[in-house]
């Protein structure tokens, strides 16, 4: 299975890292042939797509929202993937779902991806 750490409470402006580690066996095949991705959702909306790392992790694509604020990286070796998000803002609240799939590059579509965290709540203050 996911398992996303890292969350917690910032001031708008500020920093937080996130990481989601695969425990053993979480997917029938490498854990270095899926794309792994960042989602969240705010109360009363949807999941958006934040982040996506191929497996590969040479190629990265961003929601609209956190270009140039949020880093997405990857660590095959550890199994853990990470998001370093600057430059917070409030808009930035919701739980934040690490996710894992074997999806083409460019993927956002939320249902396409199989394997899923429970999620971490991030909450930027103003």
């Known amino acids: 299975r996911l398992v996303e750490s890292g969350g917690g409470l910032a001031q708008a402006g500020g920093s937080l890292a996130l990481s989601c580690a695969m425990t053993?066996?979480?997917?029938?095949?490498?854990?270095?042939?899926?794309?792994m991705a960042w989602f969240r959702q705010a109360p009363g909306k949807e999941r958006e797509f934040v982040a996506a790392?191929?497996?590969?992790?040479?190629?990265?694509y961003y929601g609209d929202s956190v270009k140039g604020r949020f880093t997405m990286s990857r660590d095959n070796a550890k199994n853990t993937v990470h998001l370093q998000m600057n430059s917070l803002k409030p808009e930035d609240t919701a739980v934040y779902y690490c996710?894992?799939?074997?999806?083409?590059?460019?993927?956002?579509?939320?249902?396409?991806?199989?394997?899923w965290g429970q999620g971490t709540q991030v909450t930027v203050s103003s």
């Open positions: 790392i191929t497996w590969s992790g040479r190629n990265t």
């Open positions: 053993e066996h979480t997917f029938s095949s490498p854990f270095g042939s899926h794309t």
């Open positions: 996710a894992a799939g074997n999806v083409p590059y460019g993927n956002t579509q939320y249902e396409d991806y199989a394997y």
